[in-house]
């Protein structure tokens, strides 16, 4: 049974669309993540909800709009697709918000725009 | 604020070779945590462990230790006798502001490449 499951995988869109991507986690969590990571593999935090409010947003552009309608579930809209959101997301999830809580990461969703 | 260092950007060895990943990490905070992910050619990333910074003792799992020095601000994670499927991409990872109210935060690495030939 996978904890922490992202779908699509994969997602191949033309520039200005827009597209969502879902998250769902089996562990009983109350926090979860979306982080991005970039070609180079570098990984950043976008956005943290704790019990479906927003408790983290790190300036990302406001075509990102997180939406957790309870706390198993934490999906991203994206709208207006631009070249430079092509990346892997990744969403997590922590028993907590706090920092001893490790966080487990699904299999991340590869987005290219075309 | 913090930061996480990782000088090593790809590290190429053979198997039966044994391998140590360097972390630097920078916070001004007392209280923190320190973890390490694998995420493997297939894409996932794998939660290996964590470690505050309270203990520093060293840890050792199978072929796996982590040494944390809080003098030299460093988490080093070494894989004895490494094997093929010890390559993969390799994140530390520093979390701190348990104690002062903010919500948490993991800051990554750049991440080092871990490669083993047979």
């Known amino acids: 049974d996978t904890a922490v499951s992202q779908t699509p995988k994969y997602l191949v869109t033309q520039m200005g669309n827009d597209k969502s991507i879902k998250c769902e986690q089996n562990?009983?969590?109350?926090?979860m993540y979306w982080y991005k990571q970039d070609s180079k593999k570098f990984l950043k935090i976008m956005f943290s909800?704790?019990?479906?409010?927003?408790?983290i947003n790190e300036t990302v552009p406001n075509r990102f709009s997180p939406k957790s309608p309870d706390k198993a579930h934490l999906n991203l809209h994206i709208n207006s697709l631009e070249l430079g959101d092509s990346a892997v997301y990744f969403c997590?999830?922590?028993?907590?918000?706090?920092?001893?809580?490790?966080?487990?990461f699904g299999d991340g969703t590869r987005l290219s725009i075309l | 604020a913090q930061k996480v260092t990782q000088a090593q950007t790809e590290i190429s060895v053979v198997e039966k070779e044994d391998v140590t990943l360097d972390c630097v990490y920078e916070?001004?905070?007392?209280?923190?945590?320190l973890f390490w992910y694998k995420q493997p050619p297939s894409g996932e990333l794998v939660f290996l462990i964590r470690?505050?910074?309270?203990?520093?003792q060293n840890e050792i799992s199978g072929r796996y230790s982590w040494n944390f020095q809080k003098s030299t601000s460093s988490f080093n994670f070494t894989i004895t006798a490494s094997q093929v499927v010890d390559s993969a991409v390799y994140f530390c990872?520093?979390?701190?502001?348990?104690?002062?109210?903010?919500?948490?935060?993991?800051?990554f690495g750049k991440g080092i490449t871990l490669s083993v030939r047979p």
């Open positions: 997590a999830s922590s028993q907590g918000p706090y920092s001893n809580q490790p966080q487990h």
């Open positions: 909800y704790n019990n479906k409010e927003l408790i």
């Open positions: 470690r505050n910074s309270f203990d520093e």
């Open positions: 562990l009983g969590h109350d926090t």
């Open positions: 990872a520093l979390s701190d502001a348990l104690y002062t109210g903010a919500n948490s935060k993991l800051t």
């Open positions: 916070t001004r905070d007392t209280t923190y945590y």
